[in-house]
Every structure is written in structure tokens, then in C-alpha cells.
């Protein structure tokens, strides 16, 4: 059974920067598409980014330029960079593990969440 453990979330003040780490168990992360998804209070739970094997990213609109996804294979283990952070960051940030469909993600496994806030 695949399990994915984030790690790195905590407090920050806005325009500070906070480096979120996913290791993976019990499965490899090669060969499958990841992402980091995000649900904030009272909100539906979005994907803020994802990256293919070969390394190509999709952003959603309003962490362009502020977060960056990177993956390394051999270590099994996924990194979120966030800069620039913002109060409308807050929120539970999850790791995935999943497939491409015709364009589209869908995440197989998912980590447990590591919470995110940032102070303005």
C-alpha cells in the first residue's frame, strides 16, 4: 500500500517562504504523475499544481510565479517551494500520486495533509 507523508507546513508571516517535502512508502513515484492539492476553511479542496515524469508542470493561475513543484524519482520524494505567500494560501496542503487522462489528473493516493498559514 502506497503512503505519502507530508512535511514542512507550519506559520509564516505574508511574503515569507515555506519549503513542503512528500516522501512516499510502499510505492515508487516514478512513472506517475504528482500533484499537491489545497483546501482552505470552508472551501472545496483545489490542485495547485501538478508534474508528469518527465517533468512538465501545470500551475494553477494564482501560484504562478510564486510556487515551484520539483520531483526526485530515486529519493521517491516530491518538494513544493512556496514564495511570496499570502494569507489566501492558508489552507491543508496534500500530496498526490496519480495518472494523466487525456489532460486531466486524477490522483490515486493521497498524504494526510500538512497545514499551511500564513499571517498577514
Known amino acids: 500500500q502506497v503512503q505519502l507523508v507530508e512535511s514542512g507546513g507550519g506559520l509564516v508571516r505574508a511574503g515569507g517562504s515555506l519549503r513542503l517535502s512528500c516522501a512516499a512508502s510502499?510505492?515508487?513515484?516514478?512513472?506517475?504523475?504528482l500533484g499537491w492539492y489545497r483546501q482552505a476553511p470552508g472551501k472545496q479542496r483545489e490542485l495547485v499544481v501538478s508534474?508528469?515524469?518527465?517533468?512538465?508542470?501545470n500551475y494553477e493561475d494564482s501560484v504562478k510565479g510564486r510556487f515551484t513543484i520539483s520531483r526526485d524519482n530515486a529519493k521517491n520524494t516530491m518538494y513544493l517551494q512556496m514564495n511570496s505567500l499570502r494569507p489566501e494560501d492558508t489552507a491543508v496542503y496534500y500530496c498526490?500520486?496519480?495518472?494523466?487522462?487525456?489532460?486531466?489528473?486524477?490522483?490515486?493516493?493521497w498524504g494526510q495533509g500538512t497545514q499551511v498559514t500564513v499571517s498577514s
Open positions: 510502499g510505492g515508487d513515484f516514478g512513472g506517475y504523475v
Open positions: 508534474i508528469s515524469n518527465g517533468g512538465i508542470t
Open positions: 498526490t500520486r496519480g495518472t494523466d487522462y487525456r489532460g486531466t489528473y486524477y490522483p490515486g493516493y
